[in-house]
């Protein structure tokens, strides 16, 4: 685990006694450590499981439905 000493402003202060009340953790690293896995699941690229890689092999493998215009798709897709 690595430590470091850090300067956040009254207002982070506060939020991060909000989360660790409000999740009941011990302190404010934990505070801090969920608040970033939480960035981390909602802003940074997710990883692709491998599971989801094979899926998308076997579509591709796949023969699509040929048409030559919106309106022929539109008459496969209706009489289906």
């Avoid at 969920?34 to 076997?58: A, C, D, H």
């Avoid at 579509?59 to 798709?73: A, R, S, V, W, Y």
């Amino acid at each position: 685990m690595v430590q470091a000493m850090i300067n956040i402003n009254e207002k982070t202060n506060r939020i991060l006694n909000i989360v660790k009340a409000k999740f009941g953790l011990k302190d404010k690293s934990e505070a801090i450590n969920m608040v970033v896995e939480k960035y981390e699941e909602s802003f940074l690229e997710p990883e692709i499981r491998p599971e989801f890689l094979e899926e998308l092999k076997e579509i591709k493998k796949q023969k699509g439905i040929p048409f030559k215009n919106i309106e022929e798709l539109r008459k496969l897709i209706e009489n289906a």
